[in-house]
């Protein structure tokens, strides 16, 4: 993001910790010398702060706007039919499921998402459970797209599966 558009009160995306609202830029001595900070306020745990350094451009560059509605609409419809295959390799599974977390909500974070729900059903149908790291990595990449989903389209959080299933799979 442009450092003009992260200013006190825009809400922004910032990494796995959703969205936030900047609250303000604040002054602070660290080791002795004075850095500023952008302070975020996570919207689903408004009472913590997220300090990010204004001179350290990677992790500024973990900021990003917040989708907006037709941008939402466009990566839904780009989903459609795309899912990840299942990698039986539990390391090589992490590691790019952590990828695609840290890169914020894409076609390949609902690909994700659309891959562990398979897996899910299919090994409940076995009566086993989705392997605890995978249920993880599922229960965060739904809170990410749920709490972004539902701040952007001004709909409730429950709302937010059937909102992405009529866009995904709209009835014909």
């Known amino acids: ?93 992490a590691n790019a499921f952590r990828d695609i977390l840290a890169g914020g909500i894409s076609i390949d974070l609902i690909g994700m998402v659309r891959c562990l729900y398979e897996r899910k059903r299919e090994l409940e149908q076995q009566n086993k459970l989705l392997p605890a790291q995978d249920d993880t990595t599922l229960q965060t990449a739904e809170r990410l797209v749920r709490e972004e989903f539902a701040f952007s389209l001004d709909i409730p959080e429950d709302k937010v599966a059937s909102y992405i299933q009529d866009v995904i799979e709209p009835a014909i």
């Open 1 to 93: 993001m442009k450092d003009e558009q992260l200013t006190a009160g825009r809400f922004v995306v910032y990494k796995s910790n959703g969205v936030c609202k900047i609250e303000r830029t604040e002054r602070m001595h660290v080791s002795g010398q004075a850095h500023d900070y952008y302070v975020l306020a996570p919207i689903s745990k408004p009472d913590s702060a997220i300090y990010v350094p204004i001179d350290n451009p990677r992790l500024c560059s973990d900021m990003r706007g917040v989708l907006s509605q037709s941008e939402i609409d466009s990566l839904l419809t780009a989903c459609r039919g795309h899912a990840l295959c299942w990698n039986p390799d539990r390391k090589e599974r």
